[in-house]
C-alpha cells in the first residue's frame, strides 16, 4: 500500500483530539444543564408549598393536575403559581440576556443592569408611576418600550465607524447614570404613596406576579429564547473580530442586531414583569461560564443560574428574616461584593475584559 493511501485513509493526529474535547464539552454541558434544571424544579416545588399555609407534595400535585383543592387551588394555583413562574420566566431572561451581551462585547461589565438598559425601563417606570399616574399595565409597556429605546440609544451613539464594545459599554454606563439622575429627580418630588409603589417596582419584586402580567413573558420566551438560542452559534465566530467572521462567512452586522434585539427584548418584558431585579444578568453569565468551562455558548446555563438565582433569592427574601424583602433586596446584597470583587481583580490584570 503505498504512503499516500495510508495517509488519506487516516484523520490528522489533532482531529480526534477536536473531536474528543467537543464530545466532552457537549457531556459536561448536559450535565449541568441538567444538574441546575433538576435544582429549579426543587426551589420551584418547594415555593410551592411552603408560606403561611403549608401543602404536602400530594396536595399541590394535585391542583397542577387540574383538581379542586381546598385552599390549595386558591392559594397555589392564583397567588404562588404565577408567582413561582414569573420568578423562573424572569430569571430565565434576565441570565440569557446578560450572558449575550457579556459574550458580545467581551467582557463581563456588559450587562444590562450595568449599561443603562434596566436604567431606562426603571426611569419610566417612575415616571409612569409619578407623573402619569399609571397602573401597574401600563407602567409595565411603558418600562418595556424604554427599555428597547435605550439600547437603540446607545446601540446608534457608539455605532461609529464600525461597533466597539468599550465605546458601547462606556456609552451605557454614561446614560445609565443620566437616566438614574432623572429617576432620583422624579422620585424626590413624588407623594408618599407614589414614592412606596416606585420604590417597590425599581428595587425588584415578585410579590403582583398575576396570570394576566405573567403571559405576555411566557410567551416572549417561548418566541425570543429559541432565536436567541440559535442565534447564539455565531457569537464564539464574532468573538474573533468582524474581519474573521465575515472571511468565515458569518452575516456579522445582521447576527449582532438580532442578537441585541432578543436579548434585549427578553430583558424589557422580564423587567416589566418583576421589575430590573439587581444583578441577576450580571452574575448569571459568569457563574455559568465557571461551570460550563469555555469554548461554548453559556446562555442556556445562564438562564437557568438566572431562574435558580431569582427563585432562590425570593424564598430567602420571604421566609430567611423576620421581615419580607423583596426579591431585589436580596439579590442586590449578593451582587454588589461580586461587582467589587471583578472590578479589583481587572485593576490587578490591568485589563478591562
Known sequence: MSVEAIVGTRPAPGAAAIRRGRALRRRRNSVVAASLFVALLAVFAITLMIGETRYSADEVLRVLLGETVPGASFTVGELRLPRATAGALAGFAFGAAGATFQTLLRNPLASPDIIGISAGASAAAVIGIVLLGLGSTGVSVLALFAALATAIAIYALSHRRGFAGARFILIGIGLAAMLQSITSYVLSRAATWDMQSAMRWITGSLG??????????????????????????????????????????????????????????????????????????????????????????????????????????????????????????????????????????????????
Open 208 to 353: 403582583g406576579a398575576s396570570w394576566p402580567n405573567v403571559l405576555p413573558l411566557a410567551l416572549a420566551c417561548v418566541v425570543l429564547i429559541p432565536l436567541l438560542l440559535i442565534t447564539a452559534r455565531g457569537l464564539g465566530v464574532l468573538q474573533l473580530g468582524d474581519d474573521s467572521a465575515v472571511a468565515l462567512g458569518l452575516p456579522v452586522r445582521t447576527t449582532r442586531i438580532v442578537l441585541i434585539v432578543a436579548a434585549v427584548a427578553l430583558l424589557a418584558f422580564a423587567t416589566a414583569v418583576a421589575g430590573p431585579v439587581a444583578f441577576v444578568a450580571f452574575m448569571s453569565g459568569p457563574i455559568a461560564v465557571r461551570l460550563i468551562g469555555g469554548g461554548s455558548s453559556p446562555l442556556l446555563a445562564a438562564g437557568l443560574v438566572g431562574s435558580l438565582l431569582v427563585m432562590t433569592a425570593d424564598l430567602v427574601g420571604q421566609f430567611m428574616f423576620e421581615g419580607r424583602y423583596p426579591v431585589g433586596v436580596v439579590t442586590g446584597v449578593l451582587g454588589a461584593p461580586y461587582l467589587i470583587l471583578l472590578l479589583v481583580r481587572m485593576n490587578r490584570s490591568g485589563t478591562a475584559s
